[in-house]
């Protein structure tokens, strides 16, 4: 891991009703993996730090982290973070990275969990890997998707990539599931699920209701499951 550094915002990208990117100007060697995640602090009158995922893929040449905003003091300062403001990161941290040997992989998501998924898929699409995708992307509702835009142009330039939106409320002309991510969505959306590794992303109560659907339900193998916890939410 490197040593903490000063960069510059060079945009800030707002994604949904609550939730921003902030892209940072690209500086030096990108020395991080999709799905890696650093830490962002933020200079105010007390010491503001978290961790968040980087949300860009190092195949895009910049860092980029993404953020839900919540009532906090960090939250308000990152929602206030305009170009040519300072942030001090440190990275790289974490192993919810794709290795050598997944070949076919399925991404269970909620709400700001895509972040690091968000890498990865876009590096797998840049990089043109021989990696076979399958996202299901569960949100409350349509205007909650972040980065739709995004996954459907991925989609455009990589046929081994799919993506299934989940809501829970309704939205007529959308093309989406209805409901939640359960055994029965994972077996129709995912077929062949016995032979994916499985990335789990989000709060932890999201994650760890995904991993016991995989583990029970599905008698997936341990192994097969890697997960990243987003603790704070
Ligand atoms: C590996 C990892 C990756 C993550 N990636 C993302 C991401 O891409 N996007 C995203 O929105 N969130 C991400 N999170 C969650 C993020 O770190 C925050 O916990 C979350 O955003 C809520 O922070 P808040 O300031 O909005 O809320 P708050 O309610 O203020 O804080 C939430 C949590 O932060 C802790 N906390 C409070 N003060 C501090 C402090 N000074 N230093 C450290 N922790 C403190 C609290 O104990 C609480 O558990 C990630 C978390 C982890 C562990």
Do not use: W
Request: aromatic share 10%; glycine share 6%; proline share 4%.
């Amino acid at each position: 891991m490197a040593q903490e550094v000063r960069a510059i915002v060079q945009e800030v990208i707002k994604r949904t009703h609550n939730v921003k990117s902030i892209r940072l100007e690209p500086a030096g060697d990108l020395n991080f993996k999709a799905g890696q995640f650093l830490s962002v602090r933020l200079k105010a009158e007390k010491e503001l730090k978290r961790y968040l995922s980087f949300s860009s893929s190092p195949s895009e040449g910049f860092i980029e982290f993404t953020k839900k905003l919540t009532e906090s003091d960090f939250s308000r300062t990152l929602d206030g973070l305009k170009s040519k403001d300072e942030v001090f990161i440190q990275y790289p941290f974490g192993d919810f990275t794709l290795k050598d040997d997944h070949k076919k992989v399925a991404f269970l998501s909620g709400g700001i969990g895509i972040t690091p998924i968000r890498s990865i898929c876009k590096f797998a699409t840049d990089k043109k890997l021989d990696v076979d995708i399958a996202l299901l992307y569960a949100n409350r509702t349509f205007s909650d998707i972040a980065f739709r835009q995004d996954f459907d142009l991925m989609k455009k330039e990589n046929p081994r990539l799919k993506v299934v939106h989940v809501l829970s409320e309704a939205c007529p002309d959308f093309e989406s599931c209805m409901g939640r991510i359960d055994s029965g969505l994972i077996k129709k959306e995912v077929p062949d699920y016995s032979g994916r590794k499985f990335f789990l992303c989000g709060p932890p109560a999201m994650v760890d209701a995904m991993k016991k659907i995989l583990s029970e339900e599905l008698v997936l193998p341990k192994d097969s499951i890697i997960t990243e916890n987003f603790q704070g939410y």
